[in-house]
């Protein structure tokens, strides 16, 4: 079965899905969860400490740094913005896509694992997932 | 079903085959590709401007530089040309396998995205992707 | 069908286990393996020089060193350990899950692709991997 998870962003980071995606799941299966976008991922991480997800945000902001940022002087898709392409980096680097697996309707995570929208973007974005379950 | 794609490259870069697993799927169904090499991976990235991909493969030469680069002068497998370790690092940053929805014959890409063999190495290839339907 | 491999590491690096996943398998379909941890990652990278994984540690290690270092004095999630967040930016960096088309009985590997849990914490762990095959 598929579905569609939309998704509102505010700017870059971290946005947990984990309880929507937990209670879409049924039965033994493997799901895939697809984003439709080239400048936001999907990542699997901690969900206990806040600061894990500020961290993160962080690091990736200085290994692709934005446009406007001379060591970034090479790139030539500019034009809609300095975080353009950089997202596009972001994208390449982080997955586009998970895989986990289901069991008797309880989906396969770690304790400490949550499913997360990444967002490279600036502005405000409408993001869309889509589940596979089977 | 599974198929295999063989896609030949000439030097890094990225080679889109968007068109030929569109040709391929049908129903509904969850599509894996998967790369059969570690000098070599899948992405999916934007199909719009080409900038994009030049630029992309300016920002991986890089973040990971040959091996004549002295920033990179402790790394010890060498003998395979200077561009073999980064490639094999580049492998292990970049996806060596995407699963992409199917629904009603058509992948669940976004509007700009297209799907592509970033190749690492600077010699001419022959690279084999297997693709798994389901 | 699903089953769980227990592997223990003792420090950062790579650990093989091929094997064990290719004695699991069996028929044609789709093998998924999910590590249910946010601070170790699973790759597939070259089985053949040893030197390729002591040199992929090694580019992770700079890529993203420990918060003793000063180049990453704005991490503040450092309380359990200079290892700790590094980890999870790794674990960002580099596959939660895996995918690989198994046909006849095989998985669909190259010549030269393992599979590989990647450590990244210093102390010794046991690490749970989830395997899916339908």
């Given at each position: 079965m598929q579905t569609r998870f939309d998704i509102a962003t505010a700017g870059p980071g971290l946005y947990e899905f984990t309880p929507q995606v937990a209670d879409w799941v049924s039965g033994t299966g493997l799901l895939t969860l697809f984003i439709c976008h080239t400048s936001a991922s999907l990542v699997i991480q901690e969900n206990a400490d806040p600061e894990v997800r500020v961290d993160l945000q962080n690091y990736f902001a200085r290994l692709v740094p934005p446009t406007t940022d001379?060591?970034?002087?090479y790139l030539t898709h500019t034009y809609e913005?300095?975080?353009?392409m950089p997202a596009h980096i972001k994208a390449a680097l982080l997955p586009t896509h998970l895989s986990i697996p289901v069991t008797d309707g309880a989906l396969a995570l770690g304790t400490w694992q949550g499913i997360y929208l990444f967002e490279h973007r600036d502005r405000p974005q409408q993001r869309q997932v889509i589940a596979h379950l089977a």
């Open positions: 001379p060591a970034m002087a913005g300095p975080d353009d």
